[in-house]
């Protein structure tokens, strides 16, 4: 006699690591706090906007499910007006360019960002978004 | 050290101070009437966009890259205040065209007292145009570099640098230190300011506003001088600004005849320890933009109707969360 299979409980994929839950509430926390003031980003019309369906946003928002794709979280980013960078973080992802930067020279950035982990803020700004001063 | 954080430029010293930072922004407003008026502060209508100058390297000319800083955009005829916002105290050398703003000379890197050459914050929290007496300024309006209008081309003759150009230096730290032994309630006051210029387009004189530019109340030693930091804000033509960045240009904002008929306020900034400079002769014989275009025999303002001002906002020192800053 074949064993019997354990029921399928959910066809909810679990989250597959700490940070998508994290991505899900933030996404909500935000959300909600606009719909506060502007009805239009009710559940239902952002998922609208982004072209998702509003339950499959809802599980996203719970942590139900994998955060969506990288398209889908720029169209997210731009709706809500976050920084995408920030979202893909919380994601567990790295953009497209992002990785097309690093694939070109991973040891060198690895490096470059593994120094850059303990340094003070300004330093940090210093090579991020330092404004070049040139001949005038 | 100057970062562009959002649509804001950061001047921080850490190796002087860790509370050494200044925020500068560019301020949308109105283009107040050029006529034989003088009007109080206009809104601030939201930052411009600022951009870094590398970001679009491939498709600018060499001598916009070769001058770094970034890039603002702004259409023609349209006007903007600089807003400073700093705890810590910074002596601020603004020029157009490198024809330093408040005394109408050539843009020096030094500080000087007589005329003084810069403003300092947080006592000065915002310029709106070129000091041309004591008490009243001319706004900064942007118009197209080589036609004349421009301040850099009334004083120097040239047409050759336009945009904006910022120097700071901060306050020694132990002069910082006495500052708040002594009034330790300088920290609460704040300033906005911030601007860049594109090589495209340049700074001409517009209408008459009262805003007083205040005397340096520090020792000449008490400024780290040898500390300085630097930005050139190139101003880009606001029709050149979609197909160089890809993004669009914030709309042009409401006349001043329109938002005063709207009921909407005008602002005074009134500091009464504060010792007003006497403004430059050499900026009050500059033309405005309107007297410049009548002696072309042309119209470069297609909107100059006189405002009818009715409600006044006065803004102090000790009250620093300005109204004026208003969102775009």
Redesign the interface.
């Known amino acids: 006699m074949p064993a019997s299979r354990p029921p399928r409980r959910s066809s909810s994929r679990k989250p597959r690591s700490t940070s998508q839950p994290r991505f899900g509430a933030y996404i909500r926390e935000v959300r909600e706090r606009l719909r506060k003031a502007d009805p239009r980003f009710s559940l239902r019309q952002v998922a609208l906007r982004i072209h998702v369906q509003p339950a499959y946003l809802s599980q996203v928002e719970r942590g139900n499910v994998a955060p969506p794709s990288e398209v889908t979280i720029r169209r997210l980013a731009k709706d809500l007006g976050e920084d995408l960078d920030v979202l893909l973080a919380l994601a567990g992802k790295v953009s497209d360019d992002l990785q097309e930067v690093i694939r070109r020279r991973p040891a060198l950035f690895a490096e470059l960002l593994r120094s850059l982990k303990g340094a003070p803020t300004h330093a940090v700004l210093r090579v991020v978004r330092e404004v070049r001063d040139g001949k005038w | 050290?100057?970062?562009?954080?959002g649509d804001r430029?950061v001047f921080?010293f850490?190796d002087v101070h860790e509370q050494a930072r200044l925020t500068v922004t560019f301020q949308r407003t109105l283009r107040i009437p050029d006529d034989d008026r003088h009007y109080p502060l206009p809104p601030g209508l939201g930052g411009f966009p600022l951009r870094?100058?590398?970001d679009y390297r491939g498709q600018l000319p060499k001598p916009w890259?070769?001058?770094?800083?970034?890039l603002m955009p702004m259409h023609q005829a349209e006007a903007m205040w600089i807003s400073f916002a700093s705890h810590y105290p910074m002596a601020v050398t603004v020029a157009a065209g490198?024809v330093n703003a408040i005394t109408g000379s050539a843009l020096t890197r030094g500080l000087h007292r007589r005329p003084q050459n810069y403003l300092v914050t947080p006592d000065q929290p915002w310029l709106d145009g070129f000091c041309v007496e004591k008490g009243l300024i001319r706004q900064f309006v942007a118009m197209p570099l080589g036609q004349g209008y421009s301040v850099e081309e009334q004083v120097s003759r040239t047409a050759e640098?336009g945009g904006l150009?910022l120097i700071v230096r901060p306050l020694k730290a132990a002069a910082y230190r006495r500052l708040q032994r002594e009034r330790n309630d300088i920290a609460r006051r704040t300033a906005f300011d911030a601007y860049c210029l594109s090589s495209d387009m340049g700074l001409a004189p517009g209408g008459r506003m009262r805003q007083e530019v205040y005397e340096d109340p520090f020792e000449t030693a008490d400024w780290a001088q040898k500390h300085v930091?630097?930005?050139?804000i190139t101003i880009v033509n606001g029709a050149l600004w979609l197909p160089m960045t890809g993004e669009a240009l914030p709309s042009v904002p409401p006349t001043a005849s329109d938002y005063t008929a709207a009921g909407l306020p005008w602002f005074e900034y009134y500091n009464p320890g504060a010792v007003a400079l006497p403004g430059s002769k050499t900026l009050a014989k500059v033309k405005s933009v309107k007297a410049m275009s009548g002696s072309k025999g042309v119209s470069a303002l297609l909107e100059n109707d006189s405002a009818d001002v009715q409600r006044r906002i006065r803004i102090h020192p000790s009250r620093p969360r300005r109204v004026r800053e208003g969102r775009s």
């Open positions: 050290m100057v970062t562009l954080e430029l921080r850490p870094h100058m590398d890259v070769e001058r770094g800083g970034v490198k640098h150009q930091s630097r930005c050139f």
